[in-house]
């Protein structure tokens, strides 16, 4: 049977769901189930939610969060998401595709205050638009929005051209239309980007038969100073 303790004073509240429901209408969300253990004590909550399951979409989440602290709250998350369809995420995250989804754990960390935020994919597996990326990143974005990509290692099979375009609007020619298929690993600090790996093949669907290859190894470095 569901469990709901609570405590005058100190603010403890320990709460064991076994099947919450939630029906929300703009943002068209319904949450068919949520179970597992929620509790607030004091200036922090710690969550450990075995079922959340919203529209298509079906995922398990646990962390920490304290906001005793002045600024932002310090986090460390986790959530798998066994079953993700990206179009129960797309009014919520801009330039995200509206068909296709997969799997994939995500972490996130930060200590709080002004401290940056370490955001990590791992075990994705993910078909959308043509396109069926595997692999994990590791990010960090800073209180000033600078983002870092500290590690990444992802299998295209392929990335086509048509997601891209939903990723990044009119960044591409409108003529330019294929699939890279390949493994690309790299690695950074501040503006420089490590390439550890870059083996990969361009087939152009404009040109029948057209297929270029490519194969890197070295640094990058972005927004660095010209001259």
Known sequence: APLVRTAIGDTTVIAQLNGLAVTSVDPDVTVRRIAG??????SSVDLDLATVAFN???ASARGHVDWSA??????????TAD??????????????PTSGGGRLQLTMTTDGGSSPTEYAVSAADLRTTRSVVRGGVTIELTESNDLT???????????HTELLN???????????RGGVTGRVVVGGAGRAVRVDTLVARYTDESVPGSVSRLSARGTLTLGGAAG
């Open 56 to 58: 298509e979409s079906s």
């Open 37 to 42: 253990r929620v509790a607030l004590i004091g």
């Open 149 to 159: 990509i500290r590690h990444a290692a992802l299998d295209l099979a392929p990335l």
């Open 166 to 176: 939903v990723l990044v609007p009119g960044a591409l020619p409108p003529e330019l």
């Open 70 to 79: 002045a600024g932002m709250p310090a986090i460390k998350a986790m959530v």
């Open 83 to 96: 079953t993700l369809a990206f179009a129960d995420l797309a009014s919520f995250v801009p330039n995200l």
